[in-house]
């Protein structure tokens, strides 16, 4: 499972949603802007560059990352750019969880990732979609999704 580590966030959010996965069975990969930890005792497995969705069968986004200074999309406005004046989010972030979300795959976000989401064209309401405050409530809806392993629901076969 990808958790997703923007720039600023808290790292006690990622802390705790790594704890809260190992707990359930899980194994965390923490995906982040760059290979530098972003606490002392938090160790960064993929960056934004080398993360692909196909890695993971869950995504929680801890925190939704604004560009990154080596995201070539940053240098296109269109990229990630979201409605409403807010600040454009990292494009490979837009694209893992817009990948993972086509694939049926079950995601978490904090409320903070509902314009990540709305980027990566994911539908907050749709089935295996999960916005949760509270990290640790996150990833026990993403373990009871996973018994299922794919989100088929998402997308129902029209007849």
């Not at 996973?146 to 088929?152: E, F, P």
């Amino acid at each position: 499972m990808a958790i997703v580590a923007g720039p600023g966030g808290d790292p006690a959010v990622v802390r705790g949603a790594r704890d809260a996965a190992g707990a359930a069975g899980l194994l965390p990969l923490v995906v982040a802007p760059t290979g530098a930890p972003p606490a002392e005792d938090l160790t960064v497995q993929r960056t934004f560059g080398a993360a692909r969705s196909i890695e993971f069968d869950a995504i929680l986004v801890a925190h939704a990352p604004e560009p990154g200074a080596n995201d070539r999309g940053a240098r296109d406005a269109r990229s990630g750019a979201v409605a409403g004046g807010q600040p454009a989010l990292d494009s490979r972030v837009v694209l893992l969880v817009n990948e993972a979300y086509r694939h049926a795959k079950p995601l978490a976000g904090r409320a903070d990732s509902r314009a990540l989401w709305a980027a990566a064209g994911v539908d907050p309401q749709a089935p295996g979609a999960f916005v949760e405050t509270d990290a640790g409530q996150a990833v026990t809806a993403l373990a009871e999704q996973l018994a299922t392993h794919r989100v088929w629901e998402r997308f129902p076969a029209a007849l």
